[in-house]
C-alpha cells in the first residue's frame, strides 16, 4: 500500500503537535510503523489519505458502535448545530440523553455530563470521597481510567500496594491514596479494604486496556459485597463497556449494581462526551446541589448531547447489541477453531469487544497481557494493514466491533489470521 500522504501529513503534524498526534496510542508506536492519516469513514470502514480502505476494527475506540457516519446521525447532529453549537445554559437536549440513560439504566437515576471519560471517572473519584468522606481509591493494575493524576499510577511492588506515579508530573502526593490491586485478585481487595479509609473501588468491570479480559466467576460479586461490608463505594467504568458488551453495560450482563458508574465514547456517538451516574442520593452531593465541585464549558453540549442521543435512539430501535452478539458470537467461533489449531494464540471475546492474544492461554491480569509475545503482535498488526484491515495498534488495546461490521467481515479478519499465523 502507498502512505506517501501519511508520512508527509505526520511530518508536517510532528512540527506543530507533540508526536504528531493529539493522543500517544494513534502515533503507532507500539507496532513500530508511522500512522496512517484518516480522510474519511462510512460504516465499517475508514479511508486514509492515501485512497486506501480499511475495514475498522478501532471504530475510533468505542463510539462508532453503528458504523461511522450515520446518516440519521448526521442529519440530528447538523440540524441541531444551526440553532447554534454551544450556550454555556441549560438546554433541554441534555436532559432528554439524562432520562434516555436513565431508561436504559434504572440504577442510574441521575447524570452529570462532561466531556470525556477521563472528566467522568475524575468527577466520580472526587465524588466518591466526598460523599464517604475517606481518602483511599483501590483500582486495578492494568485498568485504565483516563490520565488524571489519581489514577495515572502503576502496582508498585507486590500485590496491594500504594501506587506510584505512572508518568512524570504526577506527584508521589497525588498517588500516595491510590491502590493497586491485580484484578481478578479479590482477596487483595478484601486486605485493601481492611486497611480502612477507602472512599471507593473503581473497576473496569470487563477490562478493555489490557486487551480484553473478563472478570472471573464471582469477582465484581465479590467487589459488590466488600464494598457495602466497608462502606466504600463500588464505581464501574463503563466508559469503554457501556452500550457496548450487553444492553445495560455490566450491570445487565453481570447483575451486579454499582454505587456509581462512568460512561462515555458511545453515548457520545463519536463527539466529545463522559458522564458519571447512580443514585440521586449520591449524585446530589455534586455542586450545585451538594458541596462536591465539577464543572465544564461545554459539559453538556448541546450538538454532542444529540449525536449521543439519536446513536442511542438508533441503537435501541435497530436491536444493534443483538446484531453485534450475532457477529461477536460467529467471532468468537472461528477464533476458537483457529487458536485450537495454533497453540501460541488465544483470545478473549465479550459482546462488541476482542482481543487475540499472542500467547498460548487468555490472560486474566496484566502480568499476563504483559508476557505475550509483543513482536508478534507488531508483525500481526503491519500484516493485517496491508491486508486492509486496521487494528488498534497495541496488543494492550481491545478491538471494536460495530452494527454495520457483518459475518463476511470477520471470515475476512479470520481468513487473514490463519494465513499470518501459518506463515509467521
Ligand atoms: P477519554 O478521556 O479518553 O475519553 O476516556 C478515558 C477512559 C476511561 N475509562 C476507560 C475504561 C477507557 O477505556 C478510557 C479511554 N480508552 C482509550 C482506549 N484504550 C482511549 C483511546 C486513547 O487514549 O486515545
Same mark, same amino acid.
Given at each position: 500500500?502507498?502512505h506517501?500522504?501519511?508520512?508527509q ?6 512540527? +506543530?503537535?507533540?508526536?504528531g ?6 502515533? #503507532? ?11 474519511? %469513514? ?12 480499511? /475495514? ?7 463510539? &462508532? ?11 440530528a ?27 436504559? /439504566?434504572? @440504577? ?8 470525556? $471519560?477521563?472528566? %467522568?471517572?475524575?468527577? &466520580? ?8 468522606g ?27 500496594? !500504594? $501506587?506510584?506515579?505512572? +508518568? ?36 473496569e468491570?470487563? %477490562? ?6 473478563k472478570?472471573?466467576? $464471582? #469477582?465484581?460479586?465479590? /467487589? ?12 464501574f ?5 457501556? #452500550?457496548?458488551i450487553?444492553?445495560?453495560? &455490566? @450491570?445487565?450482563?453481570?447483575g451486579?449494581?454499582?454505587? !456509581? ?7 457520545g ?7 458519571v ?7 446530589d452531593w ?28 438508533? @441503537? ?23 487458536c ?6 488465544? #483470545? ?11 500467547? $498460548?492461554? %487468555? ?15 507488531r508483525?500481526?498488526?503491519? @500484516? ?9 495498534? +497495541? ?6 466491533? +460495530? ?8 471470515d475476512h ?9 501459518? &506463515?509467521?
Amino acid at each position: 500500500m502507498d502512505h506517501t500522504k501519511s508520512r508527509q501529513a505526520f511530518d508536517a503534524a510532528k512540527k +506543530s503537535i507533540p508526536g504528531g498526534v493529539n493522543s500517544p496510542v494513534r502515533a #503507532f508506536r507500539a507496532v513500530g510503523s508511522e500512522p496512517v492519516f484518516i480522510a474519511s %469513514a462510512k460504516d465499517q470502514f475508514v479511508e486514509d489519505v492515501d485512497g486506501n480502505r480499511y /475495514l475498522d476494527f478501532i471504530c475510533t475506540w468505542g463510539p &462508532a458502535i453503528l458504523g461511522h457516519a450515520n446518516p440519521e446521525v448526521l442529519d440530528a447532529v447538523r440540524r441541531r448545530m444551526e440553532k447554534g453549537i454551544s450556550f454555556g445554559m441549560p438546554t433541554e437536549i441534555e436532559t432528554r440523553l439524562a432520562e434516555k440513560m436513565h431508561s436504559m /439504566l434504572p @440504577y442510574v437515576e441521575k447524570v452529570r455530563f462532561v466531556s470525556s $471519560g477521563t472528566e %467522568a471517572t475524575m468527577t &466520580a473519584i472526587r465524588l466518591a470521597r466526598g460523599y464517604t468522606g475517606k481518602e483511599k481509591i483501590i483500582k486495578f493494575n492494568g485498568c485504565y481510567h483516563g490520565h488524571h493524576d489519581s489514577l495515572l499510577v502503576k502496582a508498585g511492588s507486590g500485590g496491594a500496594t !500504594l $501506587g506510584v506515579p505512572d +508518568s512524570p508530573g504526577v506527584t508521589p502526593g497525588t498517588t500516595k491514596s491510590t491502590v493497586i490491586c491485580e484484578y481478578n485478585n479479590a482477596d487483595e481487595v478484601r486486605d485493601a479494604l481492611e486497611g480502612g479509609n477507602v472512599a471507593a473501588v473503581i473497576v473496569e468491570p470487563v %477490562a478493555g486496556n489490557m486487551g480484553v479480559i473478563k472478570p472471573g466467576d $464471582g #469477582f465484581l460479586q465479590a /467487589l459488590r459485597e466488600l464494598t457495602e461490608r466497608h462502606e466504600a463505594l463500588l464505581i464501574f467504568d463503563e466508559v469503554m463497556t457501556g #452500550f457496548r458488551i450487553h444492553r445495560q453495560g &455490566a @450491570y445487565g450482563l453481570y447483575g451486579v449494581t454499582p454505587d !456509581l458508574a462512568t460512561f462515555g465514547k458511545v453515548i457520545g456517538g463519536g463527539m466529545p462526551v463522559g458522564a458519571v451516574g447512580g443514585s440521586a442520593a449520591v449524585m446530589d452531593w455534586l455542586a450545585p446541589v451538594g458541596p462536591v465541585y465539577q464543572a465544564g464549558t461545554l459539559s453538556g453540549n448541546p450538538a454532542a448531547m444529540e449525536c449521543g442521543l439519536k446513536t442511542l435512539e438508533i @441503537y435501541e430501535r435497530e436491536n444493534v447489541p443483538d446484531h453485534i452478539q450475532a457477529v461477536s458470537g460467529h467471532l468468537a467461533n472461528g477464533l476458537a477453531d483457529i487458536c485450537s489449531r495454533h497453540n501460541t494464540v488465544s #483470545f478473549s471475546v465479550q459482546g462488541g469487544m476482542f482481543t487475540v492474544f499472542f500467547t $498460548g492461554t %487468555a490472560p486474566s491480569n496484566f502480568p499476563e497481557v504483559a508476557a505475550c509475545d509483543m513482536e508478534r503482535f507488531r508483525c500481526f498488526f503491519q @500484516y493485517m494493514l496491508e491486508k486492509g484491515i486496521l487494528l488498534p495498534p +497495541s496488543q494492550y488495546e481491545a478491538n471494536f466491533i +460495530s452494527f454495520k461490521h457483518t459475518k463476511q467481515d470477520i471470515d475476512h479478519y479470520l481468513n487473514a489470521l490463519e494465513t499470518f499465523l501459518s &506463515a509467521n
